[in-house]
């Protein structure tokens, strides 16, 4: 069943010369958008293949070299891509018990992710890594008992499409914080008729949310 209120998750690419200063910066970058991605359990892996991915740029292509990252949906799998110009120097992955120092980097992307390969293209070559997530669809949402009440809610609310676009079920992001608030606007005038203080309600709300994100940001 397609999700009424899920936003799409756009494919993003960030270039980047590979020099092992730009790791950190990758890292924090890609950890941001998995949070909002809705994919926190994944970061951890995600980042350490991806330091590893680098890391082999590096090593045997050279530092400096112009590099990408592509981060997208392959179905309901995470995929992350690394690019260079190179499309001689392959990544090979050595058996764990090869004392060979190259290769080794491979094996922990192999134990770490589900899938991984290389795809050699006209000017560059692309060396993908994906991961298996809880997501039934691309743009839906990993299982949540709030996320799956909010979304229940939202669903009872008739989105009115441009006229000059195709019918959809899906939100726009714009659309999505259009009914969330419009959401949240009934819930407060539903208090209020029955005698509660909607602002203390909504600070009550908004200081439940701040510590439950806090603790959300540490996994």
Excluded at 42 to 54: A, F, G
Excluded at 124 to 135: D, G, I
Excluded at 202 to 210: G, H, K, V, Y
Aim: include cysteine; proline fraction near 6%; charged fraction near 20%.
């Amino acid at each position: 069943m397609e999700c009424s209120a899920c936003a799409p998750r756009q494919p993003w690419q960030l270039p980047f010369l590979a020099v092992p200063e730009e790791v950190a910066t990758l890292r924090r970058v890609l950890k941001i958008h998995l949070r909002l991605w809705g994919l926190p359990e994944l970061i951890e892996r995600v980042q350490l293949c991806l330091s590893e991915l680098v890391s082999n740029v590096i090593t045997h292509v050279g530092a400096g070299t112009p590099s990408t990252l592509v981060v997208s949906m392959h179905g309901t799998h995470l995929r992350i891509e690394i690019h260079d110009p190179d499309s001689r120097a392959l990544p090979t992955l050595n058996d764990a018990n090869d004392d060979a120092e190259s290769g080794r980097g491979m094996v922990l992307v192999a134990a770490c992710s589900d899938r991984w390969g290389v795809q050699l293209l006209p000017d560059r070559k692309c060396t993908w890594v994906e991961f298996a997530t809880s997501l039934t669809t691309p743009n839906g949402h990993s299982p949540n008992l709030r996320v799956s009440r909010a979304a229940n809610v939202i669903s009872l609310y008739d989105v009115q499409q441009p006229a000059c676009s195709a019918p959809s079920s899906r939100l726009t992001a714009a659309m999505a914080e259009t009914v969330v608030v419009a959401a949240i606007a009934d819930l407060l005038h539903w208090l209020q008729a029955h005698g509660h203080d909607p602002d203390q309600a909504l600070d009550r709300a908004q200081l439940q949310f701040e510590v439950e994100a806090e603790q959300f940001a540490d996994w």
